[in-house]
Every structure is written in structure tokens, then in C-alpha cells.
């Protein structure tokens, strides 16, 4: 799994194109919550607290090439995308939270969004990643929770990944099966936040994607 990769080529899609216009329809606005202006460009995630190599400066226009996305079909409360940046194709599967509770109540955030993303050139299939719409607590986990099991998420930034890459096939397995996923996270300062999101057509917008992205 490519943990430092991935919010780089978000980022730059986020900025270029406009995360939030192509979401937009997809999914109802988060109940008891109200979106906070989303910037123009979100900053990049931190680097991994560890050996790993800190990841690279999200690519400006020039150097992001087509990366502009492609809706290739709408399933449900899923989009399913295709982009090229730099010349290498990117599939992902997209979807806003159905309902979103915050404690304390009503604390603004930008939106949040879930991915399932698939990068030929990296051998990476159905990568989760969900931007949270936050910075979160550092050094804090958050859960993804599907299928009657919870799933540890590794946090950086404003996003979240899978902490153990072994579990990542059984996790979309079950996701593919369920009506709908639970995640769980605490900001920066403290605020703890509960996202749902539908899971109405995932599997058949992860379907179309492998048709579109096979390696």
C-alpha cells in the first residue's frame, strides 16, 4: 500500500478539479452539519512519522498533465472516475457521507469524502482512503466500521488508511456486501466526528473500474 502517495495525487485532484463539484451530486449533504468554505487548494498531508520516505510536493498543472477526471458512471451514491496524471491512469470509486454527527454538535469542517482507488503502474487494487474534512489529532486512530467489524486506520493529515494493508481485500470484500460504512475520528482539537457513508453501488462502480483500469 502506497500510504504517502495517494494524498499527493488527492490533493492535486482536489485543486485542479474540484473534489467537491464532482461529488456534489452524489450524495445527500450530511445531516445536522453545515460544509465549511472549502479552500482553494488543501494543504498536503504530513509525512509518516517514521523511516518512510516523506512525500513528494503535490504536482502543480503544469507537471499534472490530464489529470482532470472523467466520470465513466454513476452507480448508487458512488461516481466512478478515470484520470491520468502524469501520464499514468488512476481509477477511483467516489461518495460523500449520508450523515454526519460531530461532539461537541455542530462544529464546522469541509466536507469529507470516501475513495476506493486502483493505480495499474503501482500494483495498488481498491485503496481506501477517506478524507476526513479536518486536521486530525496526530498520532490518533480512527476506525472504519463494516460489515459488523471494526477496522484500525492509520491517520496523517486530514486522511485515513488502513493501519494493517493485510486486512485491506477483507475490508472491501465487506464493504461490497454492506449496506453501509462507519467512520470514526477526533480532530486536532478534540472534536470527536461519526461519518456515514451509503454503499449503494459501490460494488457495482468498483465493477466498471475494473474493466476500465485492468493493468
Excluded at 467516489?94 to 461532539?103: D, E, H, I, V, Y
Excluded at 476506525?143 to 493501519?163: C, F, N, P, R
Excluded at 470514526?184 to 472534536?191: D, I, L, R, W
Aim: contains cysteine; proline residues 10%; charged residues 20%.
Amino acid at each position: 500500500m502506497s500510504v504517502l502517495r495517494i494524498p499527493t495525487f488527492l490533493v492535486a485532484f482536489a485543486a485542479l478539479c474540484g473534489t467537491a463539484s464532482l461529488a456534489q451530486a452524489q450524495a445527500p449533504a450530511p445531516k445536522g452539519t453545515k460544509d465549511a468554505p472549502k479552500p482553494a487548494a488543501a494543504p498536503a498531508p504530513a509525512a509518516k512519522p517514521s523511516a518512510a520516505k516523506p512525500a513528494a510536493p503535490a504536482p502543480g498543472p503544469a507537471a499534472a498533465g490530464s489529470a482532470e477526471p472523467t466520470l465513466i458512471g454513476q452507480f448508487g451514491t458512488w461516481g466512478a472516475y478515470t484520470a491520468t496524471p502524469n501520464g499514468r491512469k488512476v481509477c477511483f470509486a467516489l461518495a460523500k457521507p449520508s450523515s454526519s454527527k460531530t461532539n461537541p454538535p455542530n462544529r464546522p469542517r469541509d466536507p469529507a469524502y470516501a475513495f476506493v482507488s486502483t493505480r495499474p503502474a503501482e500494483r495498488v487494487v481498491n485503496e481506501v482512503s477517506i478524507m476526513i474534512g479536518y486536521a486530525l489529532k496526530p498520532g490518533s486512530e480512527s476506525s472504519l466500521e463494516v460489515g459488523g467489524s471494526a477496522y484500525a486506520m492509520y491517520t496523517q493529515g486530514d486522511g485515513l488508511w488502513i493501519k494493517n494493508a493485510a486486512e485491506e481485500e477483507q475490508m472491501v470484500a465487506a464493504m461490497r456486501k454492506s449496506a453501509e460504512v462507519t467512520v470514526k475520528g477526533v480532530s486536532a482539537k478534540g472534536t470527536e466526528t461519526v461519518d456515514v457513508f451509503s454503499l449503494k453501488g459501490l460494488s457495482q462502480a468498483l465493477d466498471r473500474l475494473a474493466q476500465d483500469c485492468k493493468r
